[in-house]
């Protein structure tokens, strides 16, 4: 019996032993795989000579990024002119100012600040006496503006396509219906005095402090409000600009002159500045307020639209819409060159669109715009050299 139980422990213990050796050889088995895992790519092959490698895959270059077009610290692209502003009045509404024009309120003050800038027939009296209408983002730091004047029906349909407070002194009771358009948003008669030894009608202009005044005042908002439409152009790279290069059709153009008979004001380009500089009156327009700078633009355009004479008075209306226009065209300068364009404005608060002989929209440089309306009568009266 005894001789039985020592043969029964012996067998238990070597059942014991092998199953402890079981056990090792599993674990060494899981160790051996947790191992290998990291090998789990294709068997390097080692060759005598390399193996032959497929051309590699020509990639397109990424467009590089033009240092340009990269906003400084804190800046951002004006919606206006393209260029560099603060990024604390990105949306700012802009101010539209009426701006006299006759040679008894000369010199201008401000006007070279503007981002852009209209011109049309105020009346058609006085050999058709034209008036700016002068749009500026960056309004908080205007020192001197103007002078100012009244405004006309023309003006109050057109700032509110760029969702603009006009800024300006009267008018005539052509204007009340406008007034009554809730998108018209406007200023008048509430700037300050300047002495200049003018009479009163030519002594009017914004001063520092005017315009936070009248916005506080009036209620308004200062930033875009619900009858923004959106942004006005489409800004070509500053180092890639349009040169019009790409427009067969495109003619060189260094000089135009307007036909508005009051001023008779032209445009020369100066190829080392890139601009088109204004002239008016047989001289250059200077702005008094910015070192009698002259005014000049980046890009041009002249605008065909429909005029009416409202009365004796000399007070007339440009029609500034589509279904007011039989014949929507003009032309677009920039960089010594010209081509010609169509034109599109729905209504008074969509941005009127400018368009290349293909139906693209017009990629304008960047810098400031100066806008002529010309009525029919004498669009064939543009001169181009």
Same mark, same amino acid.
């Given at each position: 019996?005894?001789?039985?139980?020592?043969?029964?422990?012996?067998?238990?213990?070597?059942?014991?032993?092998?199953?402890?050796?079981?056990?090792?050889?599993?674990?060494?088995?899981?160790?051996?795989?947790?191992?290998?895992?990291?090998?789990?790519?294709?068997?390097?092959?080692?060759?005598?000579?390399?193996?032959?490698?497929?051309?590699?895959?020509?990639?397109?270059?990424?467009?590089?990024?033009?240092?340009?077009?990269?906003?400084?610290?804190?800046?951002?692209?004006?919606?206006?002119?393209?260029?560099?502003?603060?990024?604390?009045?990105?949306?700012?509404?802009?101010?539209?100012?009426?701006?006299?024009?006759?040679?008894?309120?000369?010199?201008?003050? @401000?006007?070279?600040?503007?981002?852009?800038?209209?011109?049309?027939?105020?009346?058609?009296?006085?050999?058709?006496?034209?008036?700016?209408?002068?749009?500026?983002?960056?309004?908080?730091?205007?020192?001197?503006?103007?002078?100012?004047?009244?405004?006309?029906?023309?003006?109050?349909?057109?700032?509110?396509?760029?969702?603009?407070?006009?800024?300006?002194?009267?008018?005539?009771?052509?204007?009340?219906?406008?007034?009554?358009?809730?998108?018209?948003?406007? =200023?008048?008669?509430?700037?300050?005095?300047?002495?200049?030894?003018?009479?009163?009608?030519?002594?009017?202009?914004?001063?520092?402090?005017?315009?936070?005044?009248? =916005?506080?005042?009036?209620?308004?908002?200062?930033?875009?409000?619900?009858?923004?439409?959106?942004?006005?152009?489409?800004?070509?790279?500053?180092?890639?600009?349009?040169?019009?290069?790409?427009?067969?059709?495109?003619?060189?153009?260094?000089?135009?002159?307007?036909?508005?008979?009051?001023?008779?004001?032209?445009?020369?380009?100066?190829?080392?500045?890139?601009?088109?500089?204004?002239?008016?009156?047989?001289?250059?327009?200077?702005?008094?307020?910015?070192?009698?700078?002259?005014?000049?633009?980046?890009?041009?355009?002249?605008?065909?639209?429909?005029?009416?004479?409202?009365?004796?008075?000399?007070?007339?209306?440009?029609?500034?819409?589509?279904?007011?226009?039989?014949?929507?065209?003009?032309?677009?300068?920039?960089?010594?060159?010209?081509?010609?364009?169509?034109?599109?404005?729905?209504?008074?608060?969509?941005?009127?669109?400018?368009?290349?002989?293909?139906?693209?929209?017009?990629?304008?440089?960047?810098?400031?715009?100066?806008? @002529?309306?010309?009525?029919?009568?004498?669009?064939?009266?543009?001169? =181009?050299?």
């Amino acid at each position: 019996m005894k001789k039985w139980k020592a043969l029964l422990i012996l067998a238990l213990a070597v059942v014991l032993a092998m199953a402890g050796c079981g056990k090792k050889d599993k674990d060494k088995e899981e160790e051996a795989v947790e191992e290998s895992a990291p090998a789990m790519q294709p068997a390097m092959v080692i060759q005598d000579s390399p193996a032959p490698q497929p051309a590699p895959v020509e990639e397109t270059p990424a467009a590089p990024v033009e240092e340009a077009d990269v906003p400084p610290a804190g800046m951002v692209a004006n919606q206006l002119s393209g260029e560099w502003i603060d990024e604390s009045i990105q949306n700012q509404r802009p101010i539209a100012v009426m701006v006299d024009d006759e040679t008894k309120a000369l010199p201008h003050f @401000g006007i070279t600040s503007a981002d852009v800038v209209y011109e049309m027939m105020n009346s058609t009296q006085n050999d058709g006496v034209t008036r700016f209408m002068a749009l500026v983002k960056d309004w908080g730091n205007l020192q001197q503006f103007g002078s100012i004047r009244s405004t006309r029906p023309t003006n109050l349909r057109i700032a509110p396509e760029w969702n603009a407070v006009l800024c300006h002194d009267g008018g005539p009771f052509w204007n009340e219906n406008f007034y009554k358009n809730p998108y018209v948003e406007r =200023f008048s008669g509430t700037f300050s005095r300047v002495d200049n030894g003018k009479p009163r009608e030519f002594t009017e202009y914004i001063l520092p402090g005017d315009l936070e005044k009248n =916005f506080k005042n009036a209620g308004f908002s200062t930033t875009y409000n619900d009858y923004y439409r959106g942004d006005h152009w489409v800004f070509a790279s500053r180092n890639n600009p349009n040169t019009l290069d790409q427009y067969g059709s495109a003619t060189s153009c260094t000089k135009v002159s307007l036909p508005f008979h009051h001023n008779n004001p032209w445009m020369e380009y100066d190829a080392a500045e890139g601009v088109y500089k204004y002239f008016q009156y047989g001289k250059p327009e200077v702005d008094a307020g910015n070192g009698n700078k002259q005014l000049s633009f980046k890009n041009v355009f002249l605008e065909r639209a429909k005029m009416e004479k409202l009365d004796d008075h000399g007070y007339m209306m440009y029609y500034p819409c589509d279904s007011e226009n039989s014949e929507r065209i003009g032309y677009y300068l920039t960089n010594g060159k010209c081509i010609k364009v169509t034109w599109s404005k729905m209504d008074d608060l969509t941005p009127t669109k400018f368009y290349d002989e293909n139906g693209a929209e017009i990629r304008i440089n960047v810098g400031k715009t100066y806008i @002529g309306l010309i009525r029919n009568e004498e669009w064939e009266n543009i001169a =181009f050299e």
